[in-house]
């Protein structure tokens, strides 16, 4: 855990997200930002992705969403401390049900997640080394829109609450679902988002065997900010 002496923002480790429906990837080439910064100048550019997922349950989610919460409730009052306006609690998670399904029809049932980083993210393919401990690399352009992946993030606090900071992409497999570039997709809506339910997940499960060891190998060192 690192908290900014600066600005107060209280950064976590990264952890394994869940298996996800990539959107909105700009991973090989950063995406103009509009948003701007203290100093009311443009910030800088940056790679972004969207992860979203069934809110009928996907493969890691528990976990996720276990291990995400026991950290978060460390990270709180390190953030609280020395301020006056003091955060109970935060949302983990953003409700697809609350966007406009006709323009983005995928957020459908879903939770999603949305995570920047201004250093290019690594991007793995699902195949291990001949060690079986590291995951393999693979280019960024060649991850899609409707990809089953694996994100790497790394949590933190700020005055807006918890948001995710981008660190690397694991592509596990692409199914035929597409998403084009509108927001849409070239499937019928019913067959957008799969269930991710333990039938699919063992039809997605890779193939070789995944030690503790191989699961955190793709994961960068985060120093401090």
Known sequence: MYKNPKYGMVYGEVIRGPLCRLAWASLATPKENKQKGDDGQPQAPKYEATFVFSKDGTEGYD?????LGAMVGEMLPVFNEGRSAKFSDVEYLQ?????????YPFYANSWFIQARNKDKPATYSNELNEEGSEWLPKEAEELKGG???IPYLQPFLHDKGLKYKLVAVRFVQDDGVKFASSGGSSRNIGKLLMALDSDIVAKVAPKAPITEAATAAPVPEVTAP
């Open 63 to 67: 976990e996720f969403a276990e291990g």
């Open 95 to 103: 409700d697809g049900d609350g966007q406009d399904h006709e323009k």
């Open 147 to 149: 990809n089953l992946v």
